[in-house]
């Protein structure tokens, strides 16, 4: 299985629960399977293209995925917090309108979001799950949220949280291939 973890992050938090993912899908076969952790600013189309999993990740801004304006508006709230490179750079909102189409294969989304009622958070997860439908991808799962607190840091066992979260995805993919072959 190639999996491409596209994720988007202003303070850390979503990277962190990206390359937690990715642990969890870990690799059943060195050399057939891979995992690559990439910034939405950094993915290559043919990164996209060649992958058997797209999972997608964003920080919830304002309801919903971040935009330009919701970018700078984290900057000038980051005061004591550390800022991810290239933080205001273009994100999954951008790339998500670019994905070439999906033709059914496998992907999932996810976001991280402030611990409390979705209602009044939302959650970016739900519009990346949205766009990846759109585009021709079939969701492995529900969208996920990993929760912070106030002051945007993760709670504790989110990162185990999210490692679990990928080893369910990789069982779920291994799922759908072996129905796929066993119909064929």
Same mark, same amino acid.
């Given at each position: 299985?190639?999996?491409?973890?596209?994720?988007? /992050?202003?303070? *850390? @938090?979503?990277?962190?629960?990206?390359?937690?993912?990715? !642990? =969890?899908? =870990?690799?059943?076969?060195?050399?057939?399977? +891979?995992?690559?952790?990439?910034?939405?600013?950094?993915?290559?189309?043919?990164?996209?293209? $060649?992958?058997?999993?797209?999972?997608?990740?964003?920080? #919830?801004?304002?309801?919903?995925?971040?935009?330009?304006?919701?970018? +700078?508006?984290?900057?000038?709230?980051?005061?004591?917090?550390?800022?991810?490179?290239?933080?205001?750079? &273009?994100?999954?909102?951008?790339?998500?309108? +670019?994905?070439?189409?999906?033709?059914?294969?496998?992907?999932?989304? %996810?976001? +991280? !979001?402030? @611990?409390?009622?979705?209602?009044?958070? =939302?959650?970016?997860?739900?519009?990346?799950? !949205?766009?990846?439908?759109?585009?021709?991808?079939?969701?492995?799962?529900?969208?996920?949220? %990993?929760?912070? @607190?106030?002051?945007?840091?993760?709670?504790? =066992?989110?990162?185990?949280?999210?490692?679990?979260? *990928?080893?369910?995805? $990789?069982? /779920? %993919? #291994?799922?759908?291939? &072996?129905?796929? /072959? &066993?119909?064929?």
């Amino acid at each position: 299985m190639r999996s491409v973890i596209v994720y988007e /992050s202003m303070y *850390g @938090n979503t990277r962190h629960i990206a390359e937690e993912i990715a !642990r =969890g899908l =870990g690799t059943a076969d060195a050399d057939t399977d +891979t995992t690559v952790v990439v910034a939405a600013h950094d993915v290559t189309a043919e990164q996209v293209a $060649a992958a058997d999993l797209l999972v997608m990740g964003a920080p #919830t801004h304002v309801h919903g995925l971040p935009r330009p304006s919701t970018r +700078t508006g984290a900057v000038e709230k980051a005061q004591d917090l550390v800022l991810e490179p290239d933080a205001t750079e &273009a994100g999954v909102r951008e790339l998500t309108d +670019t994905l070439p189409d999906g033709a059914g294969r496998a992907a999932a989304a %996810f976001d +991280t !979001r402030v @611990n409390i009622a979705p209602l009044l958070s =939302g959650r970016a997860s739900k519009a990346i799950g !949205r766009a990846l439908h759109h585009k021709g991808y079939r969701l492995l799962a529900d969208p996920e949220s %990993f929760l912070v @607190n106030p002051e945007t840091h993760l709670l504790d =066992g989110e990162l185990d949280r999210a490692r679990a979260w *990928g080893a369910t995805l $990789a069982r /779920s %993919f #291994t799922d759908r291939v &072996a129905r796929s /072959s &066993a119909r064929s």
